[in-house]
């Protein structure tokens, strides 16, 4: 059964801090692998997307993967209380139109 | 980002009845729609996937014909629940796709059935 697995948290940082955040992945065949935000009540938006090994960038945000481990994590640096929410990793296992399989997302919270 | 609307985003119904959830996709064409729940403190979970002008395809575990489908253009695909019951008060979010890898989301609805 193809598993996308995360720790449920809540992560607590401080403002200002350096967030990470951790996500594994059992499809060796997994192709890309997706960041989303999850404020309570509302429904998911995505922060940003990554399909190669290494780093990838987006302002305050840092996706690395690491194919060979699968596993993939975001950093947040500079964290603010506005980025209090919950995380969830998605990974394609797949190309075109195929599904996502979402992890049960991580729990930050930031405080002032 | 795409943007995704879905009407209404909440609804409070008795047992028994039936409610109809719309998904439009506003700035682009949706080839596939994924529609969602998401219990409280649960993950997303993929209820079925449909291609404009084909039936859809239901995840194991869902009923075919309690949750109906039509994903009759487009732009626009309805989620039927017939018949709820208070188990299937829920979040649910549609997520359509233009054949990109990423996916958006619609801004969920809220269904509680008394």
């Known amino acids: 059964q193809k598993e996308v697995e995360q720790n449920s948290g809540p992560l607590s940082v401080p403002e200002g801090a350096i967030a990470s955040l951790n996500c594994t992945y059992s499809?060796?065949?997994?192709?890309?692998f997706f960041w989303y935000r999850q404020y309570s009540g509302k429904s998911p938006e995505l922060i940003m997307f990554?399909?190669?090994?290494g780093d990838k960038e987006d302002g305050r945000f840092t996706a690395q993967l690491n194919k060979a481990s699968q596993y993939v994590s975001l950093l947040i640096r500079d964290s603010q209380p506005s980025d209090s929410a919950t995380y969830l990793c998605?990974?394609?296992?797949?190309?075109?139109?195929?599904?996502?399989?979402f992890g049960k997302g991580t729990m930050l919270l930031v405080s002032p | 980002g795409a943007v995704v609307s879905q009407h209404p985003s909440w609804v409070i119904c008795k047992s028994g009845t039936s409610v109809k959830i719309e998904c439009r996709s506003l700035?682009?064409?949706?080839?596939?729609m994924f529609w969602y729940r998401q219990f409280p403190k649960q993950s997303l979970m993929l209820m079925a996937t449909?291609?404009?002008?084909?039936?859809?395809?239901?995840e194991q575990g869902v009923e075919k014909d309690k949750f109906l489908i039509n994903h009759a253009s487009l732009t626009l695909s309805t989620l039927t629940v017939t018949s709820a019951h208070p188990e299937d008060s829920s979040f649910y979010i549609c997520s359509p796709s233009g054949g990109a890898d990423t996916q958006y989301f619609g801004p969920g609805t809220r269904l509680t059935v008394l």
């Open positions: 990554i399909y190669s090994n």
């Open positions: 700035d682009f064409q949706a080839t596939t």
């Open positions: 998605a990974v394609n296992m797949g190309g075109g139109y195929s599904t996502l399989t």
């Open positions: 449909s291609n404009e002008g084909s039936k859809a395809t239901y």
């Open positions: 499809d060796r065949g997994s192709q890309s």
